[in-house]
């Protein structure tokens, strides 16, 4: 079967401190990924996306960035955290079928 | 721009109840629709998937529905627990473009023993 991993579970960044979360699957091969994030109050945002390998669209154009390494890997970067990136970040992945997602547990990060 | 509303924001109800959960998206042209819990500092769980052609899906207590002419879908729980206490979200695919999901803001349950 299918799991899908985020790590770490929660982080505490200082401002201006770069930034690496990390998403891996298992059990499935060419996933598309995707980044979100969900803000207190609001809804979740689709950050990135990727249907392959070094292939990354952004939705939302802002400091962070992601990159796909490995096929089965997605990781979000910053160079510099803003207070605005606080938040609950999921990573989540589908299939080439029926296009439905699967979604991680999460990471929390606090940005001070 | 696909918009996802979902209603009520809130609902608290006593065990046993049955409910329903309500969607309604603008654009109608989608390829499916997903109904997602979310516990409190969890991930997304997937509930149920409906293609655009269907009607209804089914899990156990879960029943959804989708009238993709009128831009709706219903979330119906019977025989509500406790343990459905949760965020309900739903969230739509387009039928043509980027595979990403427009998302409703969500309907918080409260279900009380």
């Known amino acids: 079967s299918q799991t899908i991993h985020q790590w770490p579970a929660t982080l505490v960044q200082p401002v201006g401190s770069p930034l690496s979360l990390e998403c891996t699957v298992e059990?499935?091969?060419?996933?598309?990924l995707y980044w979100y994030r969900q803000a207190a109050g609001r809804g979740l945002q689709l950050l990135f996306y990727?249907?392959?390998?070094?292939?990354i669209s952004s939705e939302v154009p802002q400091n962070l960035s992601a990159s796909r390494p490995q096929d089965r890997q997605f990781i979000l970067s910053s160079k510099k955290l803003l207070l605005s990136d606080s938040g609950f970040y999921l990573c989540?992945?589908?299939?080439?079928?029926?296009?439905?997602?699967?979604f991680g547990p999460g990471t929390r990060l606090t940005v001070l | 721009k696909q918009e996802v509303t979902q209603i009520p924001a809130a609902l608290s109800v006593p065990e046993g109840e049955n409910l329903v959960l309500n969607c309604s998206f603008t654009d109608s042209a989608i390829y499916n629709l997903q109904w997602f819990r979310q516990d409190p500092g969890k991930g997304l769980t997937s509930l149920l998937l409906i293609q655009s052609s269907q009607r209804e899906q089914t899990s156990g207590r879960l029943n959804a529905s989708l009238d993709k002419s009128s831009g709706r879908s219903t979330l119906y729980i019977a025989a509500s627990q406790p343990g459905d206490s949760a965020t309900y979200l739903c969230a739509v695919l387009p039928a043509s473009g980027y595979s990403t999901l427009t998302f409703g803001k969500g309907t918080m349950l409260l279900v009380s023993p």
């Open positions: 990727s249907v392959g390998i070094g292939q």
């Open positions: 059990g499935t091969s060419n996933p598309n």
């Open positions: 989540a992945w589908s299939g080439q079928g029926n296009n439905e997602q699967f």
